[in-house]
């Protein structure tokens, strides 16, 4: 049977190259994303990419708790064990906005999104191993600071802020799975793909997409940008490597907040109070 991957935020950038080479090694590819037209488009192209690959759809916005356990539910009703979950999907917003569930977007869509897939996958990951988590973080995380008293951004909301804090939230919430994960046969890295050139931000008016527009020029590609979630998927170089951050495909020390097992502790509490699973 082949082995199964599941990449959310499969339909653009770095997402979808990670999703088309997985599919290109054997995988059994599910790609997460939220339009209907767009994911079935990039699983045509990833087919035809991937000559014999078999590639599905899940649609699921991150930004919903209800979706997400709704695809989490229909993942587990198709697959009873997983191999891969490449978590990707992520963004950020100019002003602050608030989910369906009440809570400020870029904490809900870049942290929690990630959070609540993972654990609700669990089960399906400890019978599929040896499996592996991979965290698509950010090196945004070396100026990011878990703000307990303000997560949501209520007293303070600036987009910088926020992303940093979230990816900061990514890597400690990937340690910390490591930790608890400990002998399941189930390993939990978290990476920085690089200042890529994509879509990314291009949703956001104002000054931020000058900012990328302006910077284009100096971005590296997609193709390169997904070389350490392809890394961290499939390679054996990383066989029961758990707890890591890996650049360029090589693992790094990652910054000095982010190695605060009290502070993974308390975001994995709190998290699991946000998601209405404590």
Known sequence: MDPIAVVT??????????????????????????NAEKAARTATEIAAAAPGALVETILCDMSSQKQIRAAAAELKHRH???????????GIWMKREVTTDGLERTFAVDHLGYFLFTTLLLPQLRQGAPSRVVNVASEASKVGKIDFDDLQGEK??????????????NILFSSELSRR??????????????????????????????????????????????????YLASSPDVDGVSGGYFVKCQPRL???????PET??????????????A
């Open 80 to 90: 009873d064990r997983l191999h891969v979950l490449v978590n990707n999907a992520g």
């Open 181 to 230: 994960l400990l002998g399941s046969g189930v390993t939990s890295n978290a990476l920085h793909p690089g200042a890529i050139a994509s879509g990314f931000g291009h949703n956001d008016p104002g000054i931020f997409r000058f900012v990328v527009t302006i910077a284009r020029p100096f971005l590296i590609g997609e193709e390169k940008g997904a070389r350490t979630s392809i």
């Open 254 to 260: 990652p910054p000095r907040r982010a190695r605060d």
């Open 9 to 34: 935020g499969a339909t653009n950038g770095i997402g979808k190259i990670t999703a088309r080479e997985l599919a290109k090694k054997g995988y059994r590819v599910v790609l997460v994303a939220r």
């Open 156 to 169: 303070r909301y600036s987009p910088g802020r926020a992303y940093a804090q979230a990816k900061l939230a």
């Open 264 to 277: 993974a502790r308390r975001l994995w509490e709190v998290s699991e109070r946000m998601c209405g699973m």
